[in-house]
């Protein structure tokens, strides 16, 4: 679980590569090429087309570990229904000079490498919206790692959902939502990769219900403690991804499982959160997580009962 403090990545601007920092003969010799890939033999063109999905693939990345992807967004663009949203994925070897050459291919690279380096060490992937070549902001990059783990999809279905959490036409800034730390957008990618992967058959109920008790984890420390919840920073002892989780079954709990996903993340773009959290909740940010810690104080077998009542 380590990557989640890594996972900051993906819910920032993409740090960029200042090529002349680069070791010359290393940058010039032998980039690797890229390609767009189609998926005329693999997958059918229409499918592609459908899905509003551009990839551009190292050819160094196995063909079978970009299927795998596909698959992934195919499944989260359909459960989450935002097939409309046009995303760019890139999918790269796990290697430095991989890096290096997305930053070729992506073009208008400046700075720093090492977030780049930081992100391939600590992760999978991770999601920027930065402006991808469809005119809209969103991009997801893929690392090339061992997909057959069930740890890699949860990390995907996880950058997805911010796909999904910004795919309004008129949304706002990460800034706008990421208020103080990540409890709401982080909190929401968080259980939606646990639960998509149950509604989907790769997890059972069982398996699904453990994972999110794990989530409980640092629920005694909070509670317990003066931070609160929106103030929790990333890497904290306090596992704010793991709170945020829990947070967002509160919420589904009070105003319902459609209405998050849809009128919800739409007032947060349109009103913003303050807004949107007095609309549902007739609080402020404070109020409510007052409320949610009252919730979240519960036995820990009540609160999976819950999970299981809102989920069904």
Not at 9 to 16: H, P, Y
Not at 84 to 104: E, F, M, P, T, W
Request: charged residues 20%.
């Amino acid at each position: 679980m380590f990557r989640f403090f890594l996972l900051i990545l993906s819910l920032i601007t993409f740090a960029s590569c200042n090529n002349s920092t680069l070791d010359e003969a290393s940058y010039i010799e032998d980039v690797l090429e890229t390609e767009v890939i189609e998926y005329s033999e693999e997958v059918n063109v229409n499918f592609y087309k459908e899905m509003n999905v551009k990839f551009t693939v190292s050819t160094s990345v196995q063909n079978n570990f970009v299927t795998e992807i596909v698959t992934l967004v195919q499944q989260a663009k359909d459960k989450w229904n935002f097939n409309s949203k046009k995303l760019d994925i890139y999918v790269v070897g796990a290697n430095r000079q991989s890096v290096i050459n997305l930053c070729d291919v992506y073009g208008n690279c400046s700075n720093d490498l090492e977030p780049f380096i930081s992100a391939m060490n600590g992760n999978e992937a991770f999601y920027t919206l930065r402006e991808n070549s469809y005119g809209e902001e969103g991009i997801v990059v893929f690392f090339d790692t061992i997909f057959e783990d069930i740890s890699f999809k949860r990390l995907a279905f996880h950058e997805l959902f911010h796909a999904y959490q910004f795919h309004h036409k008129n949304a706002s800034s990460i800034g706008a939502l990421q208020v103080d730390g990540p409890w709401l957008i982080e909190g929401g990618a968080e259980l939606f990769s646990e639960l998509i992967l149950y509604q989907l058959g790769y997890h059972t109920e069982e398996k699904f219900n453990s994972q999110m008790e794990l989530k409980l984890l640092s629920k005694e420390e909070y509670l317990s403690g003066t931070i609160p919840l929106n103030k929790i920073q990333y890497g904290s002892s306090l596992r704010p991804y793991y709170l945020g989780a829990w947070f967002t079954v509160y919420v589904i709990s009070e105003i319902g499982y459609e209405t998050y996903l849809v009128d919800f993340y739409e007032d947060l773009h349109t009103f913003g959160i303050e807004q949107t959290i007095q609309k549902y909740f007739s609080t402020d940010i404070a109020g409510l997580i007052d409320n949610f810690n009252t919730f979240l104080n519960q036995e820990n077998d009540v609160l999976l009962i819950e999970l299981t009542r809102i989920l069904s």
